[in-house]
Nanobody, 119 residues
Framework: QVQLAESGGGLVQPGGSLRLSCVASERYAMGWFRQAPGKEREFVASISRIADTTYYADSAKGRFTISRDGAKTTVYLQMNSLRPEDTAVYYC????????????????WGQGTQVTVSS
């Protein structure tokens, strides 16, 4: 089972930026989900194994960018123009394709990293 380790969460003011990272033990399609208090976990973005396809939730389009490094085992989520409603635990996930992750089908989860957007 692929191992995932997220980092990069923290406290940021509204309008600010954060970059989350996730290191995987193997090369899979990867994605980000988030779960806010009292809400269900929701899809944020995903990227294919070779970084040629990406999917975004409507809430992330135009503000968040998913990418992966040259070795394809680290995925990033650059989050700009953050809003209080982006506050959540962000989870990295691995799956068989970016589309399957978009559909909520995953192979493994990371432990999560807290993102708090507040003044």
């Amino acid at each position: 089972q692929v191992q995932l380790a997220e980092s990069g969460g923290g406290l940021v003011q509204p309008g600010g930026s954060l970059r989350l990272s996730c290191v995987a033990s193997e090369r899979y399609a990867m994605g980000w989900f988030r779960q806010a208090p009292g809400k269900e976990r929701e899809f944020v973005a995903s990227i294919s194994r070779i970084a040629d396809t990406t999917y975004y939730a409507d809430s992330a389009k135009g503000r968040f960018t998913i990418s992966r490094d040259g070795a394809k085992t680290t995925v990033y989520l650059q989050m700009n123009s953050l809003r209080p409603e982006d506050t959540a635990v962000y989870y990295c996930a691995a799956g068989l394709s970016a589309e399957r992750l978009w559909r909520g089908l995953y192979t493994s989860w990371g432990q999560g990293t807290q993102v708090t957007v507040s003044s």
